[in-house]
T-cell receptor, first 113, second 113 residues
């Protein structure tokens, strides 16, 4: 069974902390994505990556960075967490020519105090 | 640009009722269209898709038809069950690009016995 896993289901951090969210997929997918999900706004793309060490900005990259050192792992980094980054974060992966078919992890609910 | 407008929720139905969730889109070119579903406590999973005009996607009793003339992809089910309670997201994938998805805001469906 294909799987995307995320390092934490719930995370509580303080303003100004550096936060790492980890995502691992076991499907040998080329593409990986980070979204944030907020009520009334749906899912918004933060960053995506189509290959190791490659990254592209999505719609809302400000305040975030990413790292992809291995094909199966894609990390989202909040350099200095702020309260407006409290949200649900979803990771997804797809084949290079996945044509929109993405596989999602269960999400990490991050609260920044 | 690319965008998806989705019926506002929440929607509450009795078991065995007919379901329609409206979705319209704006896109350049010929997008592919999707419905993703998020069950409580889980990540999103693909429910159905359609890749060209007049295609009908179907799965688990749900259907949606890609209507280019009305730029719509409405989700329907003839008889909902309690287990269908979830959040439903309409999404599109542009014809070109890195398989990014553009999501609607999501519609929460609650089915009561």
């Amino acid at each position: 069974d294909v799987k995307v896993t995320q390092s934490s289901r719930y995370l509580v951090k303080r303003t100004g902390e550096k936060v790492f969210l980890e995502c691992v997929q076991d499907m040998d997918h080329e593409n990986m994505f980070w979204y944030r999900q907020d009520p009334g706004l749906g899912l918004r793309l933060i960053y995506f990556s189509y290959d190791v060490k490659m990254k592209e900005k999505g719609d809302i990259p400000e305040g975030y960075s990413v790292s992809r050192e291995k094909k199966e792992r894609f990390s989202l980094i909040l350099e200095s967490a702020s309260t407006n980054q409290t949200s649900m974060y979803l990771c997804a992966s797809s084949l290079l020519q996945g044509k929109g078919v993405q596989f999602f992890g269960p999400g990490t609910r991050l609260t920044v105090l | 640009g690319n965008s998806v407008t989705q019926m506002e929720g929440p929607v509450t139905l009795s078991e065995e009722a007919f379901l329609t969730i409206n979705c319209t889109y704006t896109a350049t070119g010929y997008p592919s269209l999707f419905w993703y579903v998020q069950y409580p406590g889980e990540g999103l999973q693909l429910l159905l898709k359609a890749t060209k005009a007049d295609d009908k996607g179907s799965n688990k009793g749900f259907e949606a038809t890609y209507r280019k003339e009305t730029t719509s992809f409405h989700l329907e089910k003839g008889s909902v069950q309690v287990s269908d309670s979830a959040v439903y997201f309409c999404a599109l994938s542009a014809q070109t690009g890195a398989n990014n998805l553009f999501f609607g805001t999501g519609t929460r469906l609650t089915v009561i016995p």
